[in-house]
């Protein structure tokens, strides 16, 4: 059984950093997919980073690139989103998710949540004006 578990949301002044960090356990294949979603009530759900854990394809939505970076350790299975500079926009419920081995928007495209059919429980991030 997979878990996801995501820690590290908070509150923070705009130009402010925050890391989010999401232990997961219960992946069986030695590589797959993991990213970092967002939503705000009455929204859809959004792709803000996502990376294939065994190369080097990372996706950033272009509202992020530049200040976020997502990156995975592999020895403790963990995935790490470090937010800089952020804006109130970026206001939102932070949602790990995973997806064992490859997925089509590794090779094109972006990644949606119909990739992915394990998700954590989210964090709350709040960027203050």
């Known amino acids: 059984q997979v878990h996801l578990v995501e820690s590290g949301g908070g509150s923070v002044q705009a130009g402010g950093s925050l890391r989010l960090s999401c232990a997961a356990s219960?992946?069986?294949?030695?590589?797959?997919?993991m990213g970092w979603f967002r939503q705000v009530p009455g929204k859809e759900r959004e792709a803000v980073a996502a990376?294939?854990?065994?190369?080097?394809?990372?996706y950033y939505a272009d509202s992020v690139k530049g200040r976020f970076t997502i990156s995975h350790d592999n020895a403790k299975n963990t995935l790490v989103l470090q937010m800089n500079s952020l804006k109130p926009e970026d206001t939102a419920m932070y949602y790990c998710?995973?997806?064992?081995?490859?997925?089509?928007?590794?090779?094109?495209?972006?990644?949606?949540?119909?990739?992915?059919?394990?998700w954590g429980q989210g964090t709350q991030v709040t960027v203050s004006s």
């Open positions: 998710a995973a997806e064992e081995g490859i997925s089509d928007w590794v090779v094109a495209g972006a990644p949606s949540d119909a990739d992915f059919p394990y």
């Open positions: 219960g992946l069986t294949f030695s590589s797959h997919c």
């Open positions: 990376l294939y854990t065994a190369g080097s394809v990372t």
